[in-house]
Structures are given as structure tokens and as C-alpha cells.
């Protein structure tokens, strides 16, 4: 059965759905993004999502044309026609049609090219890799310095994911100046002496929306929670590490530039927030 994608209004055929060739999104990456996931056919940590949605379109000078009511009833349609039960929708919004190519922004007035679709992942409660937890390793972090924006400028992060893969591992953590920034699509954190460590939010990191949830429930949990950068060496001295993302959720991270962390496995701190966070979530669906 063909997907059904939302595009400017419209609910069509995956093959039906056209975007023009002059769309600002394509020739000049100028699109901000948002990645929904979705268990027992409910949308998790929504508001939060719309929030930095919000935030990025703000950022960047694009209109925003939908409130977050709209949004919500699009999003539940897309999930309703496409029979989502766990998966995931993905919402990008770019500058639109600007027309000639140009550095120069077309006209405030240019309406917004606005697409959504979905996908099918049934493995994203029970997944086999929670179990084993991720390798990774170390790459330079040579992004630009708004990396607050969530944009489709995604091709290095892309590149840094394949070379991870080239070498065996699951993923890569980006690092600049000796400091760890965050994975190619996730946010990083180190576990040492019982405290939680990740990075403070700057315009250097993504404000993950899992991030957020994960750290107030570890909080609640009355789990102590630093907010501070750290380096490799730190890393690789830790007794647990984990990344957090919207279609990851809390993953393990049991080996660091082929160093294997405390016994290897998957540490207790970052399996029970794992189990914290999809036990809220889901309750906390809409």
C-alpha cells in the first residue's frame, strides 16, 4: 500500500507528492525539520517538538503556517491514513519557492513548502540493539556554529554516521576543541560515580527533546544530573555512556574508540531511564 504524504494541504500518494525543483529546501538546504515518534498509534512528547519547531522557523526568518492545534490534527491524520501503531512521522518545513536560485531570501510573503510523512518502525519499543548497547567513535566536529537550528543540513553528520560504520561502530560522537559535542543525530552523555554528564545547551548542540524529558525524569528520580561538557578521555573513563533521540530513545553506549565501558553491557543508569522514559511517554502520549 502507498504511503500517504501531507503536502501544502494536501493528503496524497507517496508518488503523487511533487516538490518544485526551485524549492529553497532543495537547492539551498534552507528547511527546518522535526522527527515525531509515534508507539500504540499516539505521538510522543509532542509540545516539545513544536516548540523547537517553532523556535528553529523563528531562527532562520521562515513563517510558521500552522498553530500547534493544526499541526496536532495533521500529524494524528498522517498517523490515522498511514495505520502507524509504532513509527515515526517526519515534518519539514522550508523557505519555499524562491524562484532563481539566489543567497538572497525570496519575498517574507513566499509561502512555506510544507511536507509530511511517515514510516513503519515495529521495533522501536523492543529493540535487540537496547540490549547489546552502541560502539562508537571519535570524529572532528566540523558543523557550522548553529547546530541549535534543527536544518536539513544534515550531509556531514551523514558522513561521520557511514565512516562510524566503515569502522565497525553504531554511531559517531562529534568532538571539538577535546570536547565532546553530541553524536551525529543524538544528544551524548557519560555516566560517572552515579552522575549523569552531558553537555549544557548552546548554540553548539541540538536542544534534543528527548534530551529534555531525560534529564527531568532522571531528576525526579532524584538522580544527580551535571550539565557540563566533557572530554573523550572522560568518556572512555566512564562507567556507563547512553545517547538519546526521538527514535532511539535511551540507547547504551558500551564501547567508546574501541575501549570497552565498565563490563561491556549495558549500564543500570541509562537501562533504567530507558524503562523511566517509555513508561511516561507513552502515558503522557497524545
Known amino acids: ?30 528547511a527546518v525539520y522535526e522527527v515525531t515518534s509515534v508507539l500504540d498509534g499516539k505521538l510522543i512528547d509532542f509540545p516539545g517538538h513544536m516548540a523547537r519547531l517553532a523556535r528553529s522557523l523563528g531562527e532562520l526568518g521562515i513563517q510558521n503556517p500552522h498553530s500547534d492545534d493544526e499541526w496536532l490534527a495533521i500529524h494524528r491524520e498522517m498517523v490515522a491514513r498511514n495505520e502507524i501503531t509504532h513509527g515515526m512521522v517526519y515534518l519539514q518545513v522550508s523557505r519555499g519557492n524562491g524562484g532563481d536560485r539566489d543567497f538572497v531570501y525570496p519575498p517574507a510573503d513566499t509561502p512555506p513548502t510544507v511536507v509530511l510523512y511517515t514510516w ?29 537550528i534543527k536544518t536539513v543540513q544534515l550531509l556531514y553528520p551523514s558522513m561521520a ?3 562510524a ?25 557519560i555516566v560517572k560515580g552515579g552522575a549523569i554528564i552531558t553537555r549544557a545547551l548552546s548554540n553548539d548542540i541540538l536542544h534534543g527533546i528527548t534530551r529534555a524529558a531525560v534529564l527531568r525524569f532522571a531528576r525526579e528520580a532524584q538522580m544527580t544530573v551535571e550539565e557540563r561538557s566533557f572530554t ?19 540507547m547504551p553506549v558500551v564501547e567508546i574508540d574501541g575501549v570497552r565501558l565498565g563490563d561491556g ?22
Open 1 to 30: 500500500m502507498s504511503r500517504i504524504v501531507h503536502l501544502n494541504g494536501e493528503y496524497l500518494p507517496e508518488d503523487q507528492a511533487k516538490v518544485s525543483v526551485f524549492d529553497r529546501g532543495f537547492v539551498m538546504a534552507d
Open 120 to 148: 513503519q518502525k515495529p521495533q522501536l519499543i523492543d529493540n535487540p540493539a537496547a540490549e547489546t548497547g552502541w560502539k562508537v567513535c571519535t570524529l572532528p566536529d566540523i558543523r557550522w556554529h548553529r547546530r541549535d
Open 161 to 163: 554516521k557511514m565512516e
Open 165 to 189: 560504520k566503515a569502522r565497525g561502530c553504531d554511531d559517531a560522537w562529534l568532538v571539538e576543541n577535546g570536547l565532546v559535542t553530541e553524536g551525529t543525530s543524538n544528544n551524548a552523555y
Open 232 to 250: 573523550v578521555e572522560e568518556a572512555i573513563a566512564a562507567d556507563e555512556a547512553f545517547i538519546t533521540s526521538a527514535s532511539a530513545f535511551v
Open 265 to 286: 553491557a549495558p549500564g543500570k543508569v541509562s537501562r533504567r531511564l530507558r524503562e523511566i522514559y517509555l513508561e511516561e511517554s507513552r502515558a503522557a502520549a497524545i
